[in-house]
């Protein structure tokens, strides 16, 4: 399926505050979780929920006061994507980089750049992304190039691959890189001519993500639409803590609804083994070693969810005071969270099985997208780094490098 007319956002609620921000996202997650097994199975597109979660004005909730918005605490932005994710991670990985590149605009944008971007998103727009490039030499080979003209415009031109958010968005953000190779961001309205954007995404999990290519032939871009990207690493940022910190809140939603699955199937379809019947436990959830095993699941999902709470509040306490060390302390803080996120999205959703039983292996149940979630959202980007990052600061001190996987 190649789209190449725009998804309009409706107009949408101002939420207030973080008590707010919070219990609409409570409330959506609710509303999305009856249909997402469904909307799993049948690849079908979550245009519909993306709307509402427009209309309800969670994707402005980091909008600076100054700009009408209830610039909301990263703790509070954390667990509205870990509340999503645990009804459907697929949803909650959408929008995932509108808030990064919200973030981009909040520190890079000039004065009239914020004020027309913020005015969009309070409106309702969603901000896609077009970054990831396939048959580079790495992640961070980026060869879309911005060509300037005569008229002070650019163009742009480039190939790009798991462009998660952008078959949906009122804005596509494209990173490029300028004539001097340094990294900026253009953000393009979804129906620019020039502008193709491809359904072609065929993950075994995070199937309705829509994460597929976006293909720019000779786009017109006007000055005041490209942003200094390179900028954001210049010096202290949070930019790779804040997006990396909410792939691990999906992480951690994802082993969040497998743990709450598993317990509905157990309390409600398990028969027990015949072994604990004749020891005197005659319904499955009554079973020692079985509660020993949920005991162990959910401290996994505990300690996914502390570390993802305590390395929000350490982004919010580098945010107040921005040195190169309250910014290393952010980055190993997520790196924590999101290897712990990640192993306990993975392992849960794999436990759900053994757990549950036989019957729960049918495809009527539905159960296995837990599993291909997590499997597919953590190859996002290699722990085995993290950890790396993470023993080299308590061994000797060494700050995390900066880049915006970080």
Known sequence: MTATAPYLSPPAHVI??????????????????????????????????????????????????????????????????????????????????????V??????????????FFGEILGGARLGNAQSEAGTRHVQDIRTRLEPLGDGSYLLTGTKNYCTGALFADWIPVLARAEDGELHVAYLPRDAEGLTVVDDWDG?????????????????????????????????????????????????????????????????????????????????????????????????????????SSASRAVDAARADLTDDTAAEASIAVAAAKVTAGKAAVEVADALFEVSGTRSALASHQLDRYWRDARTHTLHDPARWKIQHIGRHTLHGTRPPRHGLL
């Open 103 to 116: 973030n981009v605009l909040r520190l890079h944008g000039t004065e009239e750049q914020r004020k027309f």
């Open 204 to 308: 075994m999990g995070q199937r309705t993500t829509a994460s597929g290519t976006v293909r720019l032939a000779a786009v017109r871009v006007p000055a005041d639409r490209i942003l200094p990207h390179h900028l954001t690493f210049s010096g202290p940022q949070l930019h790779g803590a804040v997006a990396q910190l909410l792939h691990a809140a999906i992480d951690a939603g994802i082993a969040d609804g497998a743990l709450g699955e598993a317990v509905a199937f157990v309390r409600t379809k398990s028969r027990p083994w015949f072994e604990g019947v004749d020891a005197g436990y005659p319904e499955a959830f009554d079973d020692p070693l079985l509660i020993q095993r949920f005991g162990e699941l959910a401290v996994q999902v505990r300690a996914a969810e502390a570390l993802l």
């Open 16 to 101: 207030a505050d973080d008590a707010e921000a919070l219990a609409v996202a409570a409330e959506l997650a609710e509303r999305f979780r009856h249909e997402a097994a469904y909307r799993d199975a049948e690849r079908r597109l979550p245009e519909q929920e993306l709307g509402e979660l427009s209309a309800s004005g969670l994707l402005a909730v980091t909008v600076p006061a100054e700009f009408g918005g209830a610039d909301v605490r990263q703790e509070t932005l954390t667990e509205i994507f870990r509340l999503l994710a645990s009804a459907d991670a697929s949803l909650a990985q959408i929008p995932q980089s509108h808030f990064v590149y």
